[in-house]
């Protein structure tokens, strides 16, 4: 019991300095750099400062908003090493393999939207309708949110004892724990990958819809009820991108 509570006092504590960096970062004179519009304007011709800074600022956000969703896995993987010398270094590889494939995505999800600025660079059309470009992101997302595909994922991480159970062979311990942490976080990737998304509408760091998206993933994921509430999100976000196109296309005025 004395174990449990220090392995989630530490990760509250992590979880925690996350936030309280991210707040802090985003009321700095350096704030703007958060969102990823900005990101190109640092340190002109060089594109190792914009790299650097739009990594930290990822990995600070998934820290703080996707590690919270995965501690019932990492609380059911704790105690199958109680008993080994390196615990605390397989329960790391855990972590470091869920938080890399985030960062994976993150560095793709971060190449796609620089090729989408190009593209709407190259437009005038689009340059004088970036509105279309936020209505199709809360479109997409809202219609993933009914998909198989999304409930086949959620499914998945919303059972992490058998999740364990299917992964954790207890044979080459360090391979295999990173390897629990990288399906895990593909799992993970896949029913909240959409979601995430709107991050870049709204900006990487933008610490009120970290707090709300964060909210919604870790309920879908990790409470009794958490499935009920993939529909209604859903709805909300169907919405809010079918409102925008009303108003733009029908109601121009």
Not at 97 to 110: P, S, T
Not at 156 to 184: D, Q
Not at 191 to 206: E, Q, R, S
Request: net charge positive; proline share 4%.
């Amino acid at each position: 019991m004395a174990d449990r509570r220090a392995f989630l006092g530490l990760m509250a504590l992590l979880i925690g300095l996350a936030w309280c960096a991210l707040w802090i970062w985003d009321r700095s004179p350096y704030g703007r750099y958060l969102g990823h519009g900005q990101l190109g304007d640092i340190g002109a011709g060089s594109l190792l400062l914009p790299i650097i800074l739009y990594l930290a600022g990822w990995t600070l956000m998934t820290v703080a908003m996707m590690l919270p969703t995965a501690l019932p896995l990492l609380d059911i993987f704790r105690p199958l090493t109680t008993q080994r010398r390196d615990r605390s270094q397989l329960l790391a590889l855990v972590i470091a393999g869920y938080l890399g494939v985030w960062l994976g995505f993150g560095i793709f999800a971060h190449g796609a939207d620089w090729l989408l600025h190009e593209i709407v660079e190259r437009s005038s059309w689009l340059e004088a309708n970036a509105w279309v470009i936020g209505a199709a992101t809360l479109l997409l997302a809202g219609a993933f949110q009914f998909s198989r595909f999304k409930y086949r994922c959620l499914d998945k991480c919303r059972a992490p004892l058998s999740f364990v159970t299917e992964y954790w062979r207890g044979r080459h311990e360090r391979r295999n724990a990173f390897l629990l942490g990288i399906r895990h976080g593909l799992f993970c990737v896949g029913c909240c990958w959409a979601l995430m998304l709107l991050m870049f509408a709204v900006g990487v760091g933008n610490v009120a819809w970290m707090l709300v998206l964060g909210a919604v993933m870790a309920a879908e994921k990790n409470l009794p009820w958490g499935r009920k509430l993939s529909a209604p999100m859903g709805l909300a976000l169907l919405r809010w991108g079918g409102m925008i196109l009303l108003n733009r296309l029908v109601l121009p005025g």
